[in-house]
């Protein structure tokens, strides 16, 4: 059996055990309802079309968030990386930046920016952002010196370097940036929407939450995950696509 066909066996195991779980009492209904009710309601509240304009905008904020972390990410990782004294003052902060409570700054970003998107964004961009950073790091560490010392030779700037030979190399460790800054982005969008927001998908499903609305709650919780699984397959394909072709 291939790793994919596992993998969606142990998948579809799981369902089938919660849904046997669910119907036969032994998991609450207060607590879970059983996963083919979630799929129901799901079908309903994507037809009933109330909860588009909520989807909309955090899937927009968060599309924001990653394409900003990617972009800045490269950039900087890219600089750092020719910086040698920054680079070693910087290391400890990178392995530690997760330590640090990110949410914290919320208040401040409303308090600078107001109550609109930008907060949010922000959240999802700094927590994608290290990602990115590090992974590109990674990356141009393994470049190998040869390639390097070709680039000397052909007279290629530092710019020039960095697009034709030492980025393109660095390819497969950026695109594990990228799938992390797709999860933290969903991760940073949807936390804050959850702290202090009238509207997105974080904010459903704290509301729905609240209410004990699992009809709605875990619908839409299905479908952040089915969202983000569905973008970060795609991640894997296309750099899978690519390294087969760098292999030819």
Known sequence: MTAGRLRFALALALVLLLEALSRFGVIDRFAMIPPSEILWH?????SGGEMWPAI????????MACIA?????VILGTLIHGWRSLRETLDPLFAAYYAIPVYAFYPLFIVIFGLGDVPQVLIGFMLALVAVIVNTLNGLDRVPRVLIKTARIQRLGPLATALKITLP???PYIFTGVKLAVAYSFIGVIGAELIMSRTGLGYEIGFAYNNFDNAVMYPLIVLVLAIAATVNTMFFLWEKKMLARRRK
């Open 42 to 46: 799901l079908g309903k509240i994507l």
């Open 169 to 171: 190399y660095a390819v």
């Open 69 to 73: 972390a990617i972009i800045v990410g």
């Open 56 to 63: 909309g905008k955090t899937l927009t904020n968060v599309a």
